[in-house]
């Protein structure tokens, strides 16, 4: 008798923790915190009905802890506020938006789900996640705001929408276990930010879109692992080093680019291994330090429409 009594004690302290660590609430929007009573205690969050900022405040100042978030059954509404800023000095947030750091630094945060209504996850929303390793919902997203994903070195792998316009400055910076980018679905995709996928040491496949128009500054530089590299005919606006420290990248066909009149400054500098280049034949000016030390390039084809090198454009080859 004593044994079932200790035995029926144990499954109830286990249930007990289970239900501790599982929260599911139905609420409007602004009803998280009162729905919540106080008890931060759960591991996992489950939100059901209408949410704005407010109860993304709830959760950034209550629920750091959190490892799992589902947002899939809720919509995310439109907040105005007259009178207070909430994450910083905002007073305005959009409808399908995850605001602007509404989970930055939470580390122990794993699991995402987002409703398939939104439309843009802004800047630093999810910065610093260390432990983030799965993001659902993306299907309608068309912003990547700056900073969004950076820092989230468990993040091996993200499906970008096919409504994608737009991946800011440093949106995955750092993201060291991103093994492959697949942007070719993106038929709206225009701009790809600075640093935006900088430092992603285990990036190893990359492709772009034929509408893609702007890479600026390093958006992949120090990509070490990544190995060729086939840029789309829509390009025209590349800034500096854009693939800077690419230690293993190999090969480079840019042939498609037909109106990219100028390859800016350290664009494939430190670029050890790279050996075999394509250029676009519509390319005039070659900046500087373009192949500034490419160790293992011993032949490349200049346009005969190049008028221009800079200095230090092919020096330690």
């Known amino acids: 008798m004593f044994r079932k009594t200790i035995s029926f004690l144990t499954v109830l302290c286990v249930a007990v923790m289970a239900v501790a ?8 929007c602004g009803g998280l915190e009162e729905a919540l009573a106080g008890d931060y205690s759960f591991k996992s969050l ?14 950034n100042n209550n629920a750091t802890a959190i490892e799992s978030i589902d947002l899939s059954g809720c919509s995310i509404e439109l907040y105005d506020s007259r009178d207070e800023q909430y994450l910083g000095i905002h007073t ?3 409808a399908g938006e995850i605001p602007p750091t509404a989970f930055l630094g939470f ?17 630093g929303a999810f910065a610093g996640c260390e432990s ?3 993001v659902t919902g993306c299907s309608s997203i068309e912003s990547i705001g700056d900073f969004a ?14 409504a994608l316009r737009r991946v800011g400055d440093y949106a995955f910076d750092k993201c060291t276990t991103l093994g492959r980018i697949d942007l070719s679905n993106c038929s709206d995709l225009a701009y790809i930010g600075v640093r935006a996928f900088a430092q992603n040491t285990q990036l190893s496949s990359i492709k772009l879109p034929a509408c893609l128009t702007a890479i600026r500054d390093a958006a992949f530089a120090g990509c070490g692992a990544l ?27 840019m042939s498609q680019c037909r109106n990219m009149e100028e390859l800016p400054a350290w664009t494939f500098s430190a670029c050890s ?10 390319l005039e000016i070659i900046g500087e330090g373009a192949f500034g030390h490419c160790l293992s390039l011993q032949t490349i084809a200049l346009p005969a429409s190049v008028n221009r090198l800079h200095d230090f454009a092919f020096a330690g080859c």
């Open 21 to 28: 660590q599982d929260k599911i609430v139905n609420i409007e």
């Open 46 to 59: 489950t939100i059901k009905g209408s949410i704005d900022v407010r109860d993304f405040v709830c959760i």
């Open 92 to 94: 305005h947030f959009e």
């Open 107 to 123: 580390t122990n945060l794993k699991t995402v789900k987002l409703p398939l209504t939104v439309k843009s996850i802004a800047e």
């Open 132 to 134: 983030l390793v799965s």
């Open 149 to 162: 994903f950076s820092g989230c070195v468990a993040l091996d792998e993200v499906e970008f929408s096919a």
């Open 227 to 253: 190995e060729s590299v086939i840029l789309p005919a829509g390009i025209v606006d590349m800034g500096e080093g854009v693939f800077a420290a690419c230690t293993q990248l190999k090969s480079v066909d």
């Open 273 to 282: 291994n790279l050996m075999y280049v394509e250029l676009p034949q519509s």
